[in-house]
């Protein structure tokens, strides 16, 4: 069984300051065996991590899309910001990556889609994170997992972690897997 977090970040975010190393020795203290580095607009934390870690790193990014977040899993290069969620969306999808929804319908700042963006990109959206540990309102989480309910799609549990001490806070346990995209989604 893994103990996975799908959405976490470094120093190569804007507003986070964990290195690296640090990262993977938290992740070993909490028993995090799964991970994937979903940095703000930049997938050179996640590399970093993959080169260090003795566990599984999925390369990530959170990309600014010009309506709000959208997380690429999977990816082999950095997906600009600023586009819209549907071209983000597609140039994850061009990668064999897979779309995943952070922080559904939080608001207040968080930069998360709203309804009218996220139903556009519904046919891309792979994984939505049903618990994001950083999000306060209980009811953002429970919109996110009954929008996910609805259209057939699995969720996450997630620590969005921009610290060290928020690893471990929050993870999705699932089986084994053989390292694709495909066999995450299966495995999920």
């Known amino acids: ?3 996975a977090d799908f959405h976490m970040h470094t120093h190569f975010s804007g507003d ?3 290195p690296p190393e640090a990262l993977v020795r938290r992740c070993e203290q909490v028993g995090l065996n799964c991970i994937a580095v979903t940095d703000h607009n930049s997938i050179e934390g996640a590399r970093a991590v993959q080169a260090i870690a ?11 899309s010009t309506a709000g977040e959208v997380t690429g899993l999977f990816l082999t290069e950095e997906i600009p ?7 983000t969306a597609r140039r994850i999808k061009a990668q064999g990556g897979l779309v995943s929804v952070p922080h ?7 930069s998360s889609l709203s309804e009218e963006p996220l ?5 891309y959206v792979d994984i939505v994170e049903g618990f994001n540990a950083r999000t306060a309102s209980s009811a953002a989480n ?10 057939g799609l699995p969720t996450t549990a997630v620590s969005d ?26 495995a999920l």
């Open 104 to 110: 559904p319908f939080t608001g207040m700042g968080r």
């Open 119 to 123: 139903l556009e990109i519904l046919e």
């Open 54 to 64: 003795a566990f599984q790193v999925i390369l990530g990014e959170e990309i600014k």
């Open 142 to 151: 429970d919109k996110g997992t009954a929008f996910a309910a609805e259209h």
């Open 1 to 3: 069984m893994l103990r």
């Open 161 to 186: 972690a921009h610290t060290t001490r928020e690893l471990g806070r929050s993870y999705t346990e699932f089986p084994e897997f053989d390292g694709t995209p495909e066999g995450f989604k299966a």
């Open 16 to 18: 986070c300051l964990t």
């Open 81 to 87: 910001p600023g586009l819209s969620p549907v071209e």
